[in-house]
Structures are given as C-alpha cells and as structure tokens.
C-alpha cells in the first residue's frame, strides 16, 4: 500500500477485501447487520494481531 493513506482508507479497502473472500468462499448472503457484525469482528482482531506484532516483523 502506498504510503500515506489514513486509517479510514485502509479499513475500506480491507472491507473490500473481505467481501470479496466471503463471496469467494460461498459465504451466504446476509441482511447488513450481520455482516457489519462480522466485519467489525474480523477487523478488531487484525487491529489486535497487528498491535501484537513487532514493527520489525512489519517490513
């Protein structure tokens, strides 16, 4: 990723990216709460596993 893009940009491209793996995977579909539900989920634990991993692993 290019460097200087916000948080809020990089959090839509990897909803993005979710919804494309979900539908590739078969995944149902669901009414929006659900899946802004499993959004949510999936994105706080990236954000948990990225604040657990040292910067030097990032590079």
């Known amino acids: ?15 993005v990216d979710i919804i494309i ?3 590739k995977h078969g ?5 929006s709460d659900i899946y802004e539900k ?4 999936i994105l706080e634990q990236t954000e948990s596993l990225s604040r657990s991993i040292p910067i030097s692993y990032m590079k």
Request: proline fraction near 15%; hydrophobic fraction near 45%.
């Open 1 to 15: 990723m290019p460097i200087g893009r916000t948080a809020r940009q990089i959090k839509a491209l990897m909803q």
């Open 21 to 23: 793996i979900l539908a």
């Open 27 to 31: 995944y149902p579909p669901m009414p």
């Open 38 to 41: 499993i959004y949510n989920d």
